[in-house]
C-alpha cells in the first residue's frame, strides 16, 4: 500500500534550511570576484559588484566602480537585503526550531517581501546601469550574477512559506490527521 502526503512538521526545519541557502547565495553574489559580467570575445573585460577590470592573462588594470552612485545603490540595498535575510532566518530559527511561535511567521514572510524587493531593485539597476554606462560590446552576465537570482527566488518561495504557515498551525504541531494526497489500495 502506498500513501502520498504533506508532512507539514518537516516545514518546521525546511523553511529555515531554505533561507539559509539564500544567504550562502547572496554572500556568494556579493563577495564574487571574477564578475557579475564578462566579455563576451575576448575575455578582456569585466565587472562585479565592487569594480571592472581590463587586460588579458594576468596583467589586469582594475577601476573601482563606487565612483558611480548607480554602483553604491547596488551595494547598498544587496547588503541590506543580506542583513535582512540573516535577521529573518534567525527569527525563523527561533520560531520555528526552538519552539513553534506562529505570531512570528507573517512578520517573517514580511522581511522577506523587503529582501526580494530590495534585490529585485538592485539586479535590475546593475545591468541597466552597467549597459547605459560601461558598455563595450557584446557581455554576458555570469554565475555570481545569477547567485544574486538565485537569492531572490528562494526568498520570493519562503516568503510564501511564512505567510501560509500560520493556516495550518495543527498540522505544524503534528496535532492535525495527515491527509493524504494519493492513497492506492
Known amino acids: 500500500m502506498f500513501r502520498?502526503?504533506?508532512a507539514y512538521p518537516r516545514c518546521r526545519w525546511i523553511v529555515p534550511?531554505?533561507?539559509?541557502?539564500?544567504?550562502?547565495f547572496d554572500i556568494i553574489a556579493i563577495a564574487a570576484k571574477s564578475g557579475w559580467?564578462?566579455?563576451?570575445?575576448?575575455?578582456?573585460?569585466?565587472a562585479n559588484m565592487w569594480q571592472q577590470c581590463r587586460g588579458r592573462n594576468d596583467n589586469w588594470e582594475c577601476k573601482t566602480l563606487m565612483d558611480f552612485s548607480w554602483a553604491k545603490a547596488v551595494a547598498a540595498l544587496m547588503i541590506l537585503g543580506l542583513l535582512i535575510l540573516i535577521v529573518a532566518f534567525i527569527i525563523s530559527c527561533v520560531a520555528l526550531c526552538c519552539t513553534?511561535?506562529?505570531?512570528?511567521?507573517?512578520?517573517?514572510?514580511?522581511?522577506?517581501?523587503?529582501?526580494?524587493?530590495?534585490?529585485?531593485?538592485?539586479?535590475?539597476?546593475?545591468?541597466?546601469?552597467?549597459?547605459?554606462?560601461?558598455?563595450?560590446g557584446h557581455y554576458y552576465y555570469?554565475?555570481?550574477?545569477?547567485?544574486?537570482?538565485?537569492?531572490?527566488?528562494?526568498?520570493?518561495?519562503?516568503?510564501?512559506?511564512?505567510?501560509?504557515l500560520p493556516r495550518y498551525e495543527d498540522e505544524l504541531t503534528g496535532l492535525a490527521k495527515t491527509k493524504y494526497i494519493y492513497s492506492s489500495a
Open 142 to 164: 555570469t554565475w555570481a550574477y545569477g547567485f544574486g537570482w538565485g537569492a531572490t527566488i528562494l526568498s520570493i518561495g519562503c516568503a510564501v512559506l511564512f505567510c501560509c
Open 100 to 136: 513553534l511561535n506562529i505570531t512570528l511567521l507573517p512578520f517573517i514572510g514580511v522581511l522577506l517581501i523587503v529582501v526580494v524587493i530590495f534585490q529585485i531593485i538592485a539586479l535590475i539597476i546593475y545591468p541597466v546601469k552597467f549597459n547605459e554606462e560601461i558598455f563595450e
Open 37 to 46: 559580467v564578462e566579455d563576451e570575445d575576448a575575455k578582456s573585460h569585466y
Open 17 to 24: 534550511l531554505l533561507l539559509l541557502f539564500a544567504i550562502i
Open 4 to 6: 502520498c502526503g504533506i
